[in-house]
């Protein structure tokens, strides 16, 4: 009995000789790359901006003045304008855990409406193009509304949507090209956002203006605004974003809404470039928009990522293409390093997320 | 059980549907890469109209996307199992084609290759395409003689189909080359030939986009580029973009292949300087015709005389005509075109 009591008294000669330090966050000692971890974590955006900066002074150093002239690089952002304005359509997409297939389908369909209904129909150019606009919006409001009130997953009701958007592009336009020249003089507001300009050599377009004013605008918006919050809130846990009062199903279908009207607007870009409306343009755009969000850092899984490193991503890949070209390699390297870089991103995207914020 | 009815009822559809499809005639299928490329889709005008017109059966499929192989094996394996008397195959990968295509001439079914040579070429029983050598050849002699003594300081841009280098668009670049007087080394390969002349090839898909990628890149390579040959009319009218551009439109000479009638167009509105137009149309109904001999006497058709092949024609189009290159008017290209 006695020896009960004497042992009860004793609870804390078990603790003796243990640190007498309680928990804390060891923010202090985190070391080098642990530091360089969170810093990543703050902002994701750097990793895909310093392999972006690598490549460019790579492709300098080896090529010169061909490739380190004001020329070839707006050159670059020229023909990246397409993807970029695209990527910014995913990114938004894919913050909010989704993903969009149908985005390359919903551009060609809207650059075909504003070309079919000028010369089909006869309707004032800028008519058509509202009209465009219209039918980008109407087709991301469709994906919006299966994903979030029918609870479809985003992939299937993309993937679905892809198919039936081409389908009617090929349907309704007959797979007829309406020629640039006759663009050029009936309609010449479809090419608008190929109208050009030059500042000390470097060449810019509407449609690159257009870009990086897009990404500008819509990374603000998400950083800055209760929208923007909330995507991310519905990216990274519905559930808790609903409870914490945020309307998940508003804020999806503002999402897949504001992705069509912006593939849309990437139709309109695409008349610019390639000059003609033709059916069979940007097939694999979703690929390739995919392509540039993962290489610039936003995570598949939603909620974290931001929209700037889509743009990195986008120009990434046009400065391998056309570095590589200028080398004169085989355009196969080109894909082979994109692939390469694609998992190189994920896997470094993982890493970070290891550390907490 | 409501799961093996509704596969008994899918049963009776699709028996239904067939037998409603062999009531007429022997079946002739065509099996092209797309069914959304004005060019294939002409060759099913004219396949399906011969058809008719001789009592025949036509049954289409095309792969979902250029180079879509699997299905192009897939259509073979259906026609082969429907009994069909011939088929008539545009191949998107003209050698790995060739196991699909010996099962169906093993089981009797007479294969033509349209438009594309499978390789080697005698994999099938006969290929009733355009010359594309001597559609490159053409416009490759036409630019020689169009640019005079300039040809001998050309700078030459090609922009070609894809990197798999696919027979079409080797014979055309190859064709070119030497119409335009460039040692070709090994005829079957872009890329190899070393001339000074040349500055460059890149792929285009053949289409717009692809086209005005290809043209820049090669621009950022030799911004002195003054003659492109392109794989076909979209490549073209992007190429024309990108120059534009930089606004040297009219001071590069471009020259294409196909004949569709926006190209057509092009060269009358000097986008492009000539195209060879090569006849779609007719390659589908003179292969339902030989199709439908094969059924009837067991006859295979032979080939155009000093030629593997069955040679359907190919005509310069251009309203420049050059000395010792001949060609045909825009008024007639504009005829004869498709798309």
Same mark, same amino acid.
């Given at each position: 009995?006695?020896?009960?009591?004497?042992?009860?008294?004793?609870?804390?000669?078990?603790?003796?000789?243990?640190?007498?330090?309680?928990?804390?966050?060891?923010?202090?000692?985190?070391?080098?790359? &642990? #530091?360089?971890?969170?810093?990543?974590?703050?902002?994701?955006?750097?990793?895909?901006?310093?392999?972006?900066?690598?490549?460019?002074?790579?492709?300098?150093?080896?090529?010169?003045?061909?490739?380190?002239?004001?020329?070839?690089?707006?050159?670059?952002?020229?023909?990246?304008?397409?993807?970029?304005?695209?990527?910014?359509?995913?990114?938004?997409?894919?913050? #909010?855990?989704?993903?969009?297939?149908?985005?390359?389908?919903?551009?060609?369909?809207?650059?075909?409406?504003?070309?079919?209904?000028?010369?089909?129909?006869?309707?004032?150019?800028?008519?058509?193009?509202?009209?465009?606009?219209?039918?980008?919006?109407?087709?991301?409001?469709?994906?919006?509304?299966?994903?979030?009130?029918?609870?479809?997953?985003?992939?299937?009701?993309?993937?679905?949507?892809?198919?039936?958007?081409?389908?009617?592009?090929?349907?309704?336009?007959?797979?007829?090209?309406?020629?640039?020249?006759?663009?050029?003089?009936?309609?010449?507001?479809?090419?608008?956002?190929?109208?050009?300009?030059?500042?000390?050599?470097?060449?810019?377009?509407?449609?690159?203006?257009?870009?990086?004013?897009?990404?500008?605008?819509?990374?603000?918006?998400?950083?800055?605004?209760?929208?923007?919050?909330?995507?991310?809130?519905? &990216?990274?846990?519905?559930?808790?974003?609903?409870?914490?009062?945020?309307?998940?199903?508003?804020?999806?279908?503002?999402?897949?809404?504001?992705?069509?009207?912006?593939?849309?607007?990437?139709?309109?870009?695409?008349? &610019?470039?390639?000059?003609?409306?033709?059916?069979?343009?940007?097939?694999?755009?979703?690929?390739?928009?995919?392509?540039?969000?993962?290489?610039?850092?936003?995570?598949?899984? &939603?909620?974290?990522?931001?929209?700037?490193?889509?743009?990195?991503?986008?120009?990434?890949?046009?400065?391998?293409?056309?570095?590589?070209?200028?080398?004169?390699?085989?355009?196969?390297?080109?894909?082979?390093?994109?692939?390469?870089?694609?998992?190189?991103?994920?896997?470094?995207?993982?890493?970070?997320?290891?550390?907490?914020? | 059980?409501?799961?093996?009815?509704?596969?008994?009822?899918?049963?009776?559809?699709?028996?239904?549907?067939?037998?409603?499809?062999?009531?007429?005639?022997?079946?002739?299928?065509?099996?092209?890469?797309?069914?959304? !490329?004005?060019?294939?889709?002409?060759?099913?005008?004219?396949?399906?109209?011969?058809?008719?017109?001789?009592?025949?059966?036509?049954?289409?499929?095309?792969?979902?996307?250029?180079?879509?192989?699997?299905?192009?094996?897939?259509?073979?394996?259906?026609?082969?199992?429907?009994?069909?008397?011939?088929?008539?195959?545009?191949?998107?990968?003209?050698?790995?084609?060739?196991?699909?295509?010996?099962?169906?001439?093993?089981?009797?079914?007479?294969?033509?290759?349209?438009?594309?040579?499978?390789?080697?070429?005698?994999?099938?029983?006969?290929?009733?395409?355009?010359? !594309?050598?001597?559609?490159?050849?053409?416009?490759?002699?036409?630019?020689?003689?169009?640019?005079?003594?300039?040809?001998?300081?050309?700078?030459?841009?090609?922009?070609?189909?894809?990197?798999?280098?696919?027979?079409?668009?080797?014979?055309?670049?190859?064709?070119?080359?030497?119409?335009?007087?460039?040692?070709?080394?090994?005829?079957?390969?872009?890329?190899?030939?070393?001339?000074?002349?040349?500055?460059?090839?890149?792929?285009?898909?053949?289409?717009?986009?692809?086209?005005?990628?290809?043209?820049?890149?090669?621009?950022?390579?030799?911004?002195?580029?003054?003659?492109?040959?392109?794989?076909?009319?979209?490549?073209?009218?992007?190429?024309?973009?990108?120059?534009?551009?930089?606004?040297?439109?009219?001071?590069?000479?471009?020259?294409?292949?196909?004949?569709?009638?926006?190209?057509?167009?092009?060269?009358?509105?000097?986008?492009?300087?000539?195209?060879?137009?090569?006849?779609?149309?007719?390659?589908?109904?003179?292969?339902?015709?030989?199709?439908?001999?094969?059924?009837?006497?067991?006859?295979?058709?032979?080939?155009?005389?000093?030629?593997?092949?069955?040679?359907?024609?190919?005509?310069?189009?251009?309203?420049?005509?050059?000395?010792?290159?001949?060609?045909?008017?825009?008024?007639?290209?504009?005829?004869?075109?498709?798309?």
């Amino acid at each position: 009995m006695s020896d009960t009591s004497r042992r009860s008294d004793d609870f804390e000669a078990a603790a003796k000789g243990s640190p007498e330090q309680i928990a804390e966050f060891d923010d202090h000692h985190r070391g080098f790359v &642990g #530091t360089v971890q969170h810093f990543l974590h703050v902002n994701p955006s750097l990793v895909p901006l310093i392999v972006l900066v690598a490549a460019i002074v790579i492709f300098g150093v080896l090529l010169g003045s061909k490739f380190f002239s004001p020329f070839a690089l707006t050159l670059i952002l020229q023909q990246v304008q397409i993807v970029g304005i695209v990527a910014a359509a995913q990114s938004l997409v894919i913050l #909010t855990a989704g993903i969009d297939l149908s985005v390359g389908a919903i551009m060609v369909m809207s650059s075909v409406v504003m070309g079919q209904f000028t010369f089909r129909y006869g309707l004032p150019p800028s008519v058509a193009i509202i009209c465009g606009l219209f039918v980008g919006t109407a087709i991301g409001a469709v994906n919006g509304y299966l994903v979030s009130r029918i609870k479809l997953p985003p992939f299937i009701v993309t993937l679905g949507m892809w198919q039936i958007v081409l389908a009617a592009n090929f349907l309704y336009s007959q797979n007829e090209t309406i020629r640039s020249q006759e663009i050029e003089e009936h309609a010449s507001i479809l090419q608008l956002f190929g109208a050009k300009f030059n500042v000390g050599g470097a060449v810019f377009t509407v449609g690159v203006i257009f870009m990086l004013v897009l990404i500008l605008v819509l990374s603000y918006a998400l950083r800055h605004t209760a929208w923007g919050r909330h995507v991310y809130a519905v &990216g990274d846990d519905p559930e808790a974003a609903e409870l914490s009062g945020v309307n998940v199903h508003r804020t999806l279908m503002s999402v897949y809404m504001l992705s069509g009207l912006i593939c849309a607007f990437a139709g309109w870009a695409l008349i &610019g470039r390639i000059g003609s409306v033709s059916p069979t343009s940007g097939q694999l755009a979703n690929i390739e928009s995919i392509t540039a969000v993962v290489i610039g850092g936003i995570s598949l899984f &939603g909620g974290r990522g931001s929209i700037l490193g889509s743009l990195f991503g986008a120009l990434i890949v046009g400065v391998f293409t056309l570095g590589l070209r200028l080398l004169g390699a085989d355009a196969q390297w080109t894909f082979l390093l994109i692939g390469i870089l694609i998992i190189a991103a994920v896997a470094v995207d993982q890493w970070i997320r290891k550390v907490a914020a | 059980m409501k799961l093996a009815k509704l596969a008994g009822a899918a049963a009776l559809g699709v028996t239904a549907m067939a037998g409603s499809a062999m009531a007429d005639g022997e079946t002739v299928c065509l099996i092209t890469k797309t069914d959304t !490329n004005p060019f294939f889709v002409k060759m099913k005008e004219g396949a399906t109209a011969k058809a008719e017109e001789l009592g025949m059966t036509l049954k289409a499929f095309a792969g979902k996307v250029d180079g879509d192989h699997e299905t192009q094996v897939q259509a073979i394996e259906t026609c082969i199992l429907d009994g069909a008397k011939g088929i008539l195959l545009t191949a998107s990968d003209t050698s790995s084609i060739v196991p699909a295509v010996k099962q169906a001439r093993d089981a009797g079914v007479l294969v033509i290759a349209l438009d594309t040579p499978l390789e080697p070429i005698d994999s099938a029983d006969a290929t009733f395409a355009t010359d !594309n050598f001597l559609a490159g050849l053409l416009i490759g002699q036409w630019a020689k003689a169009t640019l005079g003594d300039a040809a001998n300081d050309a700078k030459i841009a090609t922009l070609d189909l894809a990197v798999s280098q696919p027979t079409v668009d080797v014979l055309r670049n190859q064709g070119f080359l030497q119409g335009f007087g460039v040692d070709l080394a090994d005829p079957n390969v872009i890329g190899d030939e070393d001339d000074p002349r040349l500055v460059g090839s890149d792929v285009t898909a053949g289409n717009e986009e692809g086209g005005r990628r290809a043209m820049e890149n090669l621009l950022a390579k030799d911004p002195t580029i003054n003659v492109v040959h392109t794989i076909n009319e979209p490549a073209a009218a992007g190429a024309y973009e990108a120059l534009k551009a930089i606004g040297r439109e009219n001071d590069v000479l471009i020259v294409s292949v196909d004949g569709g009638c926006p190209g057509v167009q092009n060269v009358a509105d000097g986008v492009i300087g000539a195209t060879s137009q090569q006849y779609p149309l007719l390659m589908a109904s003179l292969g339902v015709e030989a199709v439908k001999k094969w059924a009837d006497e067991g006859v295979k058709p032979e080939n155009t005389p000093g030629k593997d092949f069955f040679d359907t024609g190919v005509a310069l189009v251009t309203d420049k005509p050059a000395e010792g290159v001949e060609s045909i008017s825009v008024k007639e290209g504009m005829d004869l075109c498709w798309g």
